[in-house]
């Protein structure tokens, strides 16, 4: 069982910066994908930015430019830099683990953190 532990968030005025954080724990295939989800209210959760085990990052249209995905293999913990932020960024931020094993892919989420942006 995977376990995510996501920290970093809460308010910050338009332009701010915050630093998500999610450590993952527990029996964790090698092959594996970390992402970043958001669910704002009244809206579908949408992916934000995800990383491979490689290192390959992707990001939506929407936060390319501004934030920055990033991952510590050896913490098994992913990074979410969140620069120059604005007021449609707010919502619940969660974070996934998407990993490989011999029945296929398996899928983690942790329990969701709140980032609001607002002056």
């Known amino acids: 069982q995977v376990q995510l532990v996501e920290s970093g968030g809460g308010h910050v005025q338009p332009g701010g910066s915050l630093r998500l954080s999610c450590a993952a724990s527990?029996?964790?295939?090698?092959?594996?994908?970390m992402g970043w989800y958001r669910q704002a209210p009244g809206k579908q959760r949408e992916l934000v930015a995800r990383?491979?085990?490689?290192?390959?990052?992707n990001y939506a249209d929407s936060v390319k430019g501004r934030f920055t995905i990033s991952r510590d293999n050896a913490k098994n913990t992913a990074y979410l830099q969140m620069n120059n932020l604005k007021p449609e960024d707010t919502a619940v931020y969660y974070c996934?683990?998407?990993?490989?094993?011999?029945?296929?892919?398996?899928?983690?989420w942790g329990q969701g953190i709140q980032v609001t942006v607002s002056s």
């Open positions: 996934n683990l998407a990993e490989l094993s011999t029945t296929g892919w398996n899928t983690n």
């Open positions: 527990g029996s964790i295939s090698s092959i594996n994908i």
């Open positions: 990383i491979g085990s490689g290192g390959s990052p």
